[in-house]
């Protein structure tokens, strides 16, 4: 939600990880959307299938954002879409991993 309380919409590489089962997206401190997540945790991670538009699932969750000191969830996002995440970066951008904390989960076709 924005500071007025309106949802804001953002389309985010996201990554699954295999490793601890959780869905991770990698964030940079001088994004909006992290200034928002910071002031409310609760989000929702809306995945639509490239093959079939009508087959989605929405994952209705507690956002956890923890420091991503050595990089490593940005690096494996990046790996993921085959994209260097620090182009989007600006000078002095401090990287999270944002973690979802599944409330509900809603799945269609």
Known sequence: ???EGRPQTTAVW????AVDGNLKVSV????VKFHHMRANP???LFIVDPANMFRTVEIRATAV????EDRT???RVGAKYHADITNFDEPGDQRYSLVF???KVVVNG
């Open 42 to 44: 609760e989000v929702d």
């Open 1 to 3: 939600l924005d500071g």
């Open 101 to 103: 904390e599944p409330r």
């Open 73 to 75: 969830t940005m690096d």
């Open 28 to 31: 940079s401190d001088s994004r």
């Open 14 to 17: 996201y990554l699954a990880d």
């Open 65 to 68: 954002l923890t420091l991503d």
